[in-house]
Nanobody, 124 residues
Framework: QVQLVESGGGLVQAGGSLRLSCAGSGRTFSVYAMGWFRQAPGKEREFVAA????????NYASSVKGRFTISRDNAKNTVYLHMNSLKPEDTAVYYC?????????????????WGQGTQVTVSS
C-alpha cells in the first residue's frame, strides 16, 4: 500500500515556473514507477510524465517535452515535476500515481495508487 500526497500547486503567470512534489509513504517507494497526470475541467485525465523506480528512465507527453522535468529522490520518498515556460493550457489538477510495473505508463489503468491532486492555474 502506498499513500501519495501532492503539493506545490498554485497560481502562476504564463511563462513562469512551478515545482510539484509528491510524497509517498512506505519503505519500498523505489520499486514503484511514478507518473504525473493532469485533468482540466471537462476533459479526461491525461498523461504528463513518468519515471522508473531507479529514476533512469523517463517518459514525457509531447505537449510538455522540453518544458517539464520529472525527477525523484528515493531517499526522501518523493517525486517532483519541475514545470517551466508554463502556458494557460497547462491549467489543470495535477495528480501523481504509483505503478508496480513499467509497461503502459502513459495510461491511467497502469497505476495502482493515486494522490488527491493539486491545482495548477496559469494566467495569461
Amino acid at each position: 500500500q502506498v499513500q501519495l500526497v501532492e503539493s506545490g500547486g498554485g497560481l502562476v503567470q504564463a511563462g513562469g515556473s512551478l515545482r510539484l512534489s509528491c510524497a509517498g509513504s512506505g519503505r519500498t517507494f523505489s520499486v514503484y514507477a511514478m507518473g504525473w497526470f493532469r485533468q482540466a475541467p471537462g476533459k479526461e485525465r491525461e498523461f504528463v510524465a513518468a519515471i522508473s523506480g531507479s529514476g533512469i528512465i523517463t517518459n514525457y507527453a509531447s505537449s510538455v517535452k522540453g518544458r517539464f522535468t520529472i525527477s525523484r529522490d528515493n531517499a526522501k520518498n518523493t517525486v517532483y515535476l519541475h514545470m517551466n515556460s508554463l502556458k494557460p493550457e497547462d491549467t489543470a489538477v495535477y495528480y501523481c500515481a504509483a505503478s508496480q510495473r513499467w509497461r503502459s505508463v502513459t495510461t491511467t489503468a497502469e497505476y495502482d495508487y493515486w494522490g488527491q491532486g493539486t491545482q495548477v492555474t496559469v494566467s495569461s
